[in-house]
């Protein structure tokens, strides 16, 4: 796994705490704004699946390391256009 990120938080020292904040926040809804502690916690105590194989902070891990993360790749961000949605 030579090269590849291993933690939650060798993200965030990687890329400072907004560019990982954003990112986590595609992956849990329990996304501390004040404090990267809490979040990486949270993200860690907490299932991505629901047969609970993996937790949040490891598929965002795998996701980062297979290249799948707004961290990546821009484009994968969604991003507010400012238009309505019309029906």
């Given at each position: ?62 996701d980062y390391n297979n290249g799948q ?19």
């Amino acid at each position: 796994m030579a090269g590849k990120i291993k933690s939650i938080h060798g993200i965030y020292k990687k890329h400072g705490r907004e560019a990982f904040l954003e990112a986590a926040a595609y992956y849990s809804d329990h996304v501390n704004p004040n404090s990267i502690d809490k979040t990486i916690d949270e993200m860690e105590s907490r299932w991505y699946d629901a047969t609970h194989r993996q937790t949040e902070a490891e598929k965002m891990v795998e996701d980062y390391n297979n290249g799948q993360t707004i961290l990546n790749d821009p484009d994968l961000a969604c991003t507010d256009t400012g238009q309505a949605m019309v029906m």
